[in-house]
């Protein structure tokens, strides 16, 4: 099964990771300073605020931006675009690096025919040599039609 990256809830998403680890709720309060209502609204909110995320990220201990870091690279052509100014204050990022998640999300599309190579390639905008070397890796060679 693979996770749409495209639209995320984030909410639903916390409130997964919570049943899943079965945190109490009084530990959530505690740890969030907030009361039993709002955070029955944050499972419900599609978005949060960073420092909200930050401080869930910390108590689920999962990575929950890394979620939007997968949106973009999967749906984002201006994330490849480099930034070339060397005085820029802000980091920047030498390669895109393709997540585990990211490629077993591309295999798994192929694998499951929803999408071909050429789609796969267009839509996301990564290379043919990459996709196809994924294909390869991850799948049977019997079973990979290109």
Same mark, same amino acid.
């Not at 009084?26 to 029955?40: A, M, S, Y």
């Not at 393709?98 to 295999?107: K, L």
């Not at 999408?115 to 796969?120: A, H, M, Y």
């Given at each position: =099964?693979?996770y ?8 639903k998403?916390?409130?997964?990771? &919570?049943l899943?680890?079965?945190i109490?709720? /009084?530990r959530i309060v ?10 029955k609204? =944050? %499972?419900?909110s599609?978005?949060?605020?960073? /420092?909200?995320?930050?401080?869930w990220?910390k108590?689920?201990? %999962? /990575?929950l931006?890394r979620l939007?870091?997968?949106?973009? =690279?999967l749906?984002?052509s ?11 204050? &802000? ?12 490629i ?7 694998q ?8 796969? &390639?267009?839509?996301y905008?990564?290379?043919i040599?990459t &996709? ?15």
């Amino acid at each position: =099964m693979h996770y749409n990256f495209k639209d995320i809830h984030i909410g639903k998403i916390i409130l997964n990771l &919570v049943l899943e680890k079965d945190i109490d709720e /009084d530990r959530i309060v505690k740890f969030l300073k907030k009361p039993h209502g709002e955070i029955k609204k =944050m %499972y419900e909110s599609k978005d949060l605020s960073s /420092d909200l995320l930050l401080l869930w990220s910390k108590l689920l201990e %999962y /990575d929950l931006f890394r979620l939007y870091s997968q949106h973009l =690279m999967l749906y984002s052509s201006t994330y490849l675009v480099k930034n070339k100014n060397p005085d820029s204050k &802000v980091p920047r990022f030498k390669k895109n690096i393709y997540t585990v998640e990211i490629i077993e999300f591309i295999v798994e599309l192929f694998q499951n025919k929803e999408k071909t190579v050429s789609e796969i &390639v267009k839509e996301y905008n990564i290379p043919i040599t990459t &996709v196809t070397r994924w294909i390869q890796k991850h799948t049977n060679k019997n079973d990979t039609e290109l």
